[in-house]
């Protein structure tokens, strides 16, 4: 049978959100649990990797909530930033490209081809495009099955809420958090706007970071030519320029008189960085080729030409040093196979800095020999060599005495000593760059600047970081492998900009040319969750909500009016948030913020409790992309596949730490296991022979009850793959074995004790099938909201399942011996151990280690192989086992079958026979 899972999904969706059934209030005699999930940005659908990571948290919710917790998870809508705004813009200006997606977005969730057009023809209202589609994100959570409190939604550009962060940043410059000043970011010139990751193409999953280069300066004439480095110890080991022979150059003068050689777009970023200048030159870069400037140790060296050379990236010169830096040392040598620029070459003597264990003087040369790289357009060996090599160097490297004061200094140490030192002689400077090309969602061009009056979090203010150190120091985070990760950012976390002059969101309260971004403004939101809905009930109107106002209700703090008492009891109630879930991208800005603006703003006994995360989700053995073909939007997951599927592949798939590669076809073969899992609960259900107790239907029990104590453990340890291993598979294989071998009796016998627990076992992964045959078994309410199934220990047998285990992978060993052979067998004889090895076994089990157990021979090397799973095992009555099962083995494999012991038989395999393992021998 094939169930049609979909058919039945919007009923029970209905059903739960028409009875409010997940719309938790205050209840005194329950512990509640307070669980987020950041909440979409509303500019687009969602797709299966945001399916992924809701799906995870609704198994949680729905777990904790059968546990009896009073479970809170509601949800909200992103619009801050320029994202919406982008598109409106694109759209209100006919841009195609953008005007078609949309279409294409729209087209999913209406069928009237003018109906679409209409609708996005009214996106070039901003708020209209943020109605739209929170309301079909609403649908598109519904349809996958999410238990969320959908009362307490909001957006991030509703009054109230702008309110609440106003309060937020009242406080930070309160305590001296929030700060103005000259200070580099990330910019935008076509927006004039500052911009973070969500106003960047990409830019949330593949980052874009602001570095700050060492800008060194050569003599050249009467300015200097300037080139950045990242690694400003290498600066003595400098042995020529390269300069990009085709790019535009400028000589510009600063209003201190200093002059500089840049590349044109060099210059149009100083002047983003408050270097305001006057061109006075022009040159092509083949204007420098082949003549020589003076580097700051008094040396001269030539410059050369390379078109490798980008003159889009920091300087647009790049100074050279083959014996430390791969890319150097290749681009020398491939320039020396030119005749013209050969004489040159040769004379370049490389200079030996730093001294490295495993490498010789020259490392750059024995890295680029030992990979092959020939020339240079081998880039991504080139990048593993300059890696490798960059690594070893900063944390190993020791300099050399080029410069006898930084002699014996680790690298280090000397990186920023040498930097130091260059700008006190007035032959460096700073130079402030993106670590890659990007481009701003309203297509300019992202650079690096300087604002004179920016405003900025200084998470390096006194005390900050020891608070929030504490604050993670009781934090679970989850899995354990990125909590080191947590700390790290602590460390570096400096100070960040803030606000922006354009874009959705909350103006700045004190300088309302200010807007605040989209990372700045969704750190505290889950506390707004717990009062939003109470602010509606009493009716409180925006100007209501004054500092005053959430001083009490947050803080205690003052003297509370009757509604702001009443606020604050929700808050107090629902506070702190015991579990935030999302991607383990977010730990380097969002989850971080989230940990330093508790521990500014609350009481240390509302700061978070902890925090679970997931990998990321690739589609098809490749990262997620539209011109691959290979985005799933969660609107299909509903209407094409059912969302139990969907919900069982994606939590069984892979743990939290893993990858999860999405296969459309693995997902798809998920439905046969599913139809089974009904199959078998509606047999169950219908079995009306009397029970019977035996040692199979025992055996199935305890082998349930096992499974059950499994699968709660591992939601308890938030352990989802093992949960749906043990719930799903694990357990369809037991009873699909005790539908093959079991009479109708053994069957009643199971089914009246397992079937109730296992729909309550599957409900928080499968709840629609669940709720679907819950109703439909006359049981009443609603599966969700049932009792969690408590593990029986009183039946748990390990005897009993030890010898079915048994007789189980004998059943499939005989399977695998038998596709293996020719021809089609009619007998099978079963050859036990004898009785003296499983004597010697038990004994030798008792040892530490298999070399101290006394085994010798095969039965030594059998044990070694798996020891320690061996020392938990349960030695049975194996012929007493099989011969019971004999029957069901003969039909199973469709051969007459002879159990023997190894004492007794004369078959030449009869010594292969192992404790736990027969030899097997079909004639």
């Keep these: 049978m094939d169930y049609d899972f979909a058919s039945i999904e919007k009923k029970w969706q209905d059903k739960w959100f028409d009875e409010k059934v997940f719309e938790p209030s205050i209840d005194a005699d329950k512990e509640k649990w307070f669980f987020t999930v950041p909440y979409p940005y509303v500019s687009g659908c969602l797709h299966v990797?945001?399916?992924?990571?809701?799906?995870?948290?609704?198994?949680?919710?729905?777990?904790?909530?059968?546990?009896?917790?009073?479970?809170?998870?509601?949800?909200?809508?992103?619009?801050?930033?320029?994202?919406?705004?982008?598109?409106?813009?694109?759209?209100?200006?006919?841009?195609?490209?953008?005007?078609?997606?949309?279409?294409?977005?729209?087209?999913?969730?209406?069928?009237?081809?003018?109906?679409?057009?209409?609708?996005?023809?009214?996106?070039?209202?901003?708020?209209?495009?943020?109605?739209?589609?929170?309301?079909?994100?609403?649908?598109?959570?519904?349809?996958i099955g999410f238990s969320l409190d959908l009362s307490r939604q909001f957006t991030t550009g509703d009054p109230e809420y702008n309110k609440f962060v106003e309060w937020q940043f009242k406080k930070y410059k309160e305590k001296g958090y929030l700060k103005q000043a000259a200070y580099p970011l990330l910019y935008c010139p076509r927006c004039a706007n500052a911009v973070g990751e969500d106003d960047i193409k990409d830019g949330d999953t593949n980052p874009v970071d602001l570095m700050e280069f060492t800008a060194v300066k050569f003599v050249f004439g009467d300015a200097f030519i300037v080139s950045c480095t990242l690694r400003p110890e290498t600066v003595f080991g400098i042995t020529n320029e390269f300069v990009n022979p085709e790019a535009d150059y400028v000589k510009i003068r600063f209003e201190n008189g200093e002059k500089w050689w840049v590349s044109k777009q060099a210059a149009e970023k100083l002047s983003l960085q408050g270097r305001k200048h006057a061109v006075e030159q022009k040159e092509k870069g083949g204007f420098f080729a082949g003549k020589k400037c003076v580097d700051p140790l008094g040396k001269e060296i030539p410059i050369l030409p390379a078109e490798f050379v980008d003159a889009d990236n920091a300087s647009g010169f790049v100074h050279s040093v083959p014996a430390h830096a791969p890319y150097d040392y290749v681009a020398l040598q491939e320039l020396a196979k030119d005749a013209k620029w050969k004489p040159l070459v040769d004379k370049i003597k490389m200079v030996s800095l730093i001294s490295l264990d495993g490498y010789g003087d020259y490392p750059a040369k024995d890295v680029a020999e030992r990979m092959k790289i020939a020339n240079l357009k081998e880039k991504s060996k080139l990048e593993k060599a300059t890696n490798e090599l960059y690594k070893a160097e900063y944390y190993n490297g020791v300099m050399k005495g080029v410069v006898p004061e930084f002699a014996g200094l680790k690298v280090t140490e000397a990186k920023d000593e040498v930097a130091a030192w260059l700008k006190e002689k007035g032959r460096a400077d700073a130079f402030y760059e993106t670590n890659r090309h990007a481009e701003c969602r309203c297509g300019g061009k992202v650079v690096a600047a300087v604002l004179d009056d920016q405003w900025f979090i200084d998470y390096n203010s006194p005390g900050w970081k020891e608070k929030s150190r504490k604050c993670l120091d009781k934090m679970l985070i989850h899995p354990q492998q990125y909590r080191k990760q947590f700390y790290d950012v602590l460390e570096w976390l400096d100070k960040r900009p803030c606000a922006r002059k354009r874009g959705l969101g909350t103006k700045l309260p004190f300088?309302?040319?200010?807007?605040?971004?989209?990372?700045?403004?969704?750190?505290?939101?889950?506390?707004?969750?717990?009062?939003?809905?109470?602010?509606?009930?009493?009716?409180?109107?925006?100007?209501?909500?004054?500092?005053?106002?959430?001083?009490?209700?947050?803080?205690?703090?003052?003297?509370?009016?009757?509604?702001?008492?009443?606020?604050?009891?929700?808050?107090?109630?629902?506070?702190?948030?015991?579990?935030?879930?999302?991607?383990?991208?977010?730990?380097a800005n969002h989850l971080s913020f989230f940990v330093f603006a508790h521990t500014a703003i609350f009481e240390e006994r509302h700061w978070p409790k902890g925090i679970s995360l997931n990998e990321m989700l690739i589609s098809e053995g490749a990262k997620m992309s539209k011109s691959k073909g290979n985005v799933i939007l969660l609107n299909k997951i509903g209407k094409e596949f059912g969302a139990d599927l969907f919900r069982v592949y994606v939590a069984g798939a892979a743990d939290f730490g893993s990858t999860l590669d999405f296969r459309e076809k693995e997902m798809l073969a998920a439905r046969k296991s599913l139809n089974k899992f009904v199959s078998l609960c509606e047999e169950f259900a219908r079995e009306d022979a009397d029970a019977m107790e035996t040692p199979l239907s025992k055996w199935a029990v305890s082998k349930f009850e096992s499974q059950l104590r499994e699968a709660d453990a591992a939601l308890e340890a938030l352990q989802l793959r093992e949960y749906v291993q043990a719930a799903f598979y694990k357990t369809l294989n037991v009873f699909d074995h005790l539908k093959r071998r079991a009479t109708a009796g053994e069957v009643r016998f199971v089914g009246e004790h397992?079937?109730?627990?296992?729909?309550?076992?599957?409900?928080?992964?499968?709840?629609?099938?669940?709720?679907?045959?819950?109703?439909?078994?006359?049981?009443?309410?609603?599966?969700?909201?049932?009792?969690?199934?408590?593990?029986?220990?009183?039946?748990?047998?390990?005897?009993?399942?030890?010898?079915?285990?048994?007789?189980?992978?004998?059943?499939?060993?005989?399977?695998?011996?038998?596709?293996?052979?020719?021809?089609?067998?009619?007998?099978?004889?079963?050859?036990?151990?004898?009785?003296?090895?499983?004597?010697?076994?038990?004994?030798?089990?008792?040892?530490?280690?298999?070399?101290?157990?006394g085994l010798s021979g095969a039965l030594l090397d059998y044990a070694s192989k798996d020891f320690y799973a061996l020392k938990d095992a349960v030695l049975v009555n194996e012929k007493q086992h099989l011969e019971h099962a004999k029957a069901f083995l003969e039909k199973e494999l469709n051969v007459e079958i002879r159990i023997e012991s190894e004492e007794e038989s004369s078959n030449e395999k009869a010594s292969r026979a192992m404790p736990f393992k027969p030899a097997l021998y079909f004639e």
């Design 49 to 143: 990797g945001h399916g992924r990571t809701y799906v995870g948290g609704d198994v949680i919710a729905r777990y904790k909530r059968m546990k009896g917790f009073n479970v809170l998870w509601p949800m909200a809508f992103h619009i801050t930033g320029t994202p919406v705004l982008a598109v409106s813009a694109k759209i209100a200006a006919n841009d195609e490209a953008t005007t078609n997606l949309y279409r294409e977005y729209v087209g999913y969730y209406e069928e009237d081809a003018g109906q679409v057009n209409e609708i996005v023809d009214s996106f070039k209202e901003p708020w209209n495009l943020v109605n739209y589609f929170s309301d079909k994100l609403v649908q598109d959570f519904k349809s």
């Design 511 to 587: 300088n309302r040319e200010w807007i605040i971004e989209s990372l700045s403004d969704s750190t505290i939101y889950m506390a707004f969750y717990t009062v939003i809905k109470k602010i509606r009930e009493l009716g409180l109107k925006p100007e209501d909500l004054t500092e005053e106002f959430f001083d009490y209700a947050f803080l205690g703090k003052g003297k509370g009016s009757g509604a702001a008492a009443a606020v604050r009891e929700e808050f107090l109630y629902w506070y702190p948030n015991d579990l935030r879930h999302t991607g383990v991208a977010h730990i």
């Design 754 to 853: 397992a079937l109730k627990k296992w729909l309550r076992l599957m409900t928080p992964v499968t709840p629609h099938l669940c709720e679907e045959l819950w109703a439909g078994f006359g049981w009443g309410g609603f599966a969700s909201l049932a009792d969690w199934p408590a593990v029986d220990e009183s039946l748990i047998d390990r005897e009993a399942e030890a010898g079915e285990d048994f007789v189980m992978n004998a059943l499939e060993d005989s399977r695998r011996i038998r596709q293996r052979l020719k021809k089609k067998p009619a007998k099978l004889t079963v050859i036990l151990a004898s009785k003296e090895k499983n004597v010697a076994l038990k004994q030798g089990l008792k040892a530490e280690k298999p070399e101290e157990s």
